[in-house]
């Protein structure tokens, strides 16, 4: 069976997840101020020129997400979602990968894409610059690729043996 067309589908299938984490993360609409609840905070503070969108210490924001000050649905939108958004892309990654996928090589890519995403949020004033979100995105990229190892092994193990 030749494999090609199934991986060039896949690239293409990584690519435009890629292309979905830029409208989604950078590229924010109406929508996404709507739906996500924590954001309403950032756009206030954006539009009335209070923006300090930065944050360099690890682990601030979560200690915040995680207090009795937040809503358990802030909260969750914003550690759960910081995580799952890039579960698909480490897996997705990996399969494309396949053989020449390592963790250190899926944890790289995903948090020099995280930091992409969160430099260009500071500079463009999109968003709030959070090491927190690199930690988190970086562990969804990790988990993706476990997530495609432990698939790969199962079904690994229920192939029948082929004749020679």
Avoid at 84 to 110: N, Q
Avoid at 138 to 149: D, K, Q, S, V
Wanted: proline share 3%; hydrophobic share 45%; aromatic share 16%.
């Amino acid at each position: 069976m030749n494999k090609e067309p199934f991986r060039t589908w896949l690239a293409v299938g990584t690519l435009l997840y890629t292309i979905f984490l830029v409208k989604v993360i950078l590229l924010k609409g109406r929508l996404f101020f709507w739906v996500v609840p924590a954001s309403r905070y950032y756009k206030r503070h954006m539009q009335n020129g209070t923006y300090h969108g930065y944050n360099l210490v690890p682990f601030r924001t979560v200690r915040y997400f995680l207090s009795d000050d937040v809503t358990f649905v802030s909260a969750f939108y914003n550690l759960a979602g910081n995580i799952a958004l890039l579960v698909p892309f480490g897996f997705l990654l990996s399969m494309t990968l396949r053989e020449k996928a390592r963790f250190t090589t899926i944890l790289l890519v995903t948090a020099f894409l995280s930091i992409f995403f969160e430099l260009y949020q500071l500079i463009s004033h999109t968003g709030q610059c959070d090491v927190d979100d690199v930690l988190l995105n970086t562990t969804g990229g990790a988990i993706g690729f476990l997530l495609f190892r432990l698939l790969s092994h199962a079904t690994r193990k229920q192939r029948p043996l082929q004749k020679t």
